[in-house]
């Protein structure tokens, strides 16, 4: 087999097998890679390769916006790929996005990843985490998620009917548009009476006892799907590596696997420049942005400095503090990928910044109103995009994609709570995130029902 598992910790690196069922390295406990013998694949010489295979698009597996790309992701069979039709997705040039964050016309991108079948990136991961999935006789997959996961898992698995899905859910968090979703595509729904981290703690000690898959973040052929998002910003870009992507970063699992896909092309010689990565915390959820920046954790060649972790998240549980953001796709404290993130951020010569949920919130309606919209999550990108502006990181004339990682209808309360008239709503809803203006809202008007009143309003 020419691909095979590989811990990722450089001092050990102990390989496995393709379809052992693993979370992490049963002999150090890092985290896995899927990795590839590249000398028995056959890779293409050019990236260009990919778009002749455009004309293949009657074959579903083709079609694909992640398979498309087996080349570079050939963990099984082509003809045992799952597929629903991901990853048809929209890399726009945004202008007036652009000025909003005070760049020049024409050096801004935003890849919309909400346009996937159940409205998140997480569809590219899903179809090939469902593949390996199938690929190792699984009956029944769960995860844990804050939402956008689960209502992946559920569509994959009520479309597909390959196997039967279970999702967990921290009561109370989940927004209703991905709640829903879990629900009508058919998933058992286990709502926990806890929060996201103690549905995940609970999700990995039932799949032991039940023999369930699990397809949370740590899952690495996940990860390999995701690695297609890049591949599709730069066959959207004529192959050309622009100069920055900016991702919103929760669990880090996409910039990691963003980072494994510049690796991987860099090695292979498909490109020849390596773009620069920044990853964007939410403010109440900044565990990432505070120890890379103000503890100095770096990857390090792998020989990762674990005591300041362990100390960091010590710390973190004395003072009792809980993730806490509009964003809740991103409110995670303990990223399961935090190491992989490291690499991709070395590889990528990488930044990390934090932006409030005020500041999120307002990009969000930045994009709302000049393009397609996302959910909060999304928004951080371009928030975070803007204040590297500003610093003067990211030249004004830098080419920059941002990752549009959800869409706008996930999270419609949102969006309600910022541009309606209910101020009480507004509070419960965004203020207790300490959010206190909407200064791009575009408010209903309320009038009463006179045609005289009416014409009045449109004067
Ligand atoms: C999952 C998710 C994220 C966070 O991605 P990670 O890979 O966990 O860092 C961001 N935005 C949306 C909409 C998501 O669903
Ligand atoms: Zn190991």
Not at 53 to 76: K, M, Y
Not at 145 to 170: E, I, R
Not at 333 to 349: G, H, I, M, S
Request: aromatic residues 8%; contains cysteine.
């Amino acid at each position: 087999m020419t691909a095979f598992q590989r811990c990722i910790n450089p001092k050990c690196r102990s390989t496995f097998g393709i379809t052992e069922v693993l979370h992490r390295c049963p002999t150090c406990g890092s985290l896995l890679d899927v990795d590839y013998e590249w000398d028995k694949v056959s890779v293409p010489k050019s990236l260009k390769y990919f778009e002749q295979l455009w004309s293949e698009r009657s074959n579903p597996v083709r079609f694909s916006g992640v398979w498309r790309f087996h080349e570079l992701l050939p963990f099984a069979p082509i003809d045992q790929c799952v597929t629903i039709g991901e990853g048809q997705t929209i890399l726009q040039k945004n202008d007036a996005v652009a000025s909003y964050v005070g760049k020049d016309a024409g050096s801004l991108f935003l890849q919309y990843e909400g346009l996937n079948p159940s409205g998140s990136f997480k569809d590219n991961g899903m179809a090939a985490g469902t593949t390996h999935g199938r690929l190792v006789g699984a009956k029944q997959a769960a995860c844990a998620s804050t939402g956008n996961t689960s209502a992946s898992l559920a569509l994959y698995c009520g479309v597909s009917k390959l196997m039967k899905s279970v999702v967990f859910v921290g009561s109370g968090k989940i927004a209703y548009g991905k709640l829903s979703q879990a629900l009508d595509y058919g998933a058992r729904t286990v709502q926990i009476r806890g929060d996201f981290d103690d549905a995940m703690q609970r999700v990995q000690e039932v799949s032991k006892k039940k023999g369930i898959y699990l397809l949370n973040s740590l899952n690495p052929f996940r990860l390999e799907g995701q690695k297609t998002i890049m591949f599709r910003v730069l066959e959207a870009l004529r192959w050309e590596v622009p100069d920055w992507i900016v991702v919103p970063g929760g669990n880090l699992g996409n910039s990691s696997s963003f980072g494994k896909a510049f690796i991987e092309l860099h090695m292979l010689g498909l490109i020849d420049k390596v773009p620069r990565l920044a990853v964007v915390n939410a403010a109440g959820a900044d565990s990432l942005c505070r120890l890379y920046n103000d503890e100095g954790l770096r990857w390090n060649g792998g020989d990762i400095d674990t005591a300041k972790i362990d100390a960091f998240y010590a710390q973190m549980d004395q003072e009792n503090r809980r993730a806490d953001t509009i964003a809740s796709a991103i409110e995670i404290n303990r990223p399961v990928n935090l190491t992989k993130c490291l690499r991709a951020l070395d590889f990528c010569n990488g930044v990390v910044r934090k932006v409030t949920d005020q500041e999120i919130i307002d990009a969000k309606a930045q994009v709302g109103a000049n393009g397609f919209g996302c959910e909060p999550a999304s928004a951080a990108s371009v928030a975070g995009l803007k204040k590297l502006v500003e610093e003067g990181v990211i030249g004004k004339d830098e080419r920059a994609v941002c990752i549009l990682t959800g869409y706008q209808l996930k999270d419609p309360n949102a969006t309600v709570a910022y541009h309606g008239n209910d101020r009480d709503f507004f509070e419960s809803y965004l203020g207790k995130h300490g959010i206190t203006e909407a200064q791009y809202a575009n408010r209903p008007v309320v009038v009463d029902n006179d045609i005289e009143k009416i014409l009045d309003v449109l004067n």
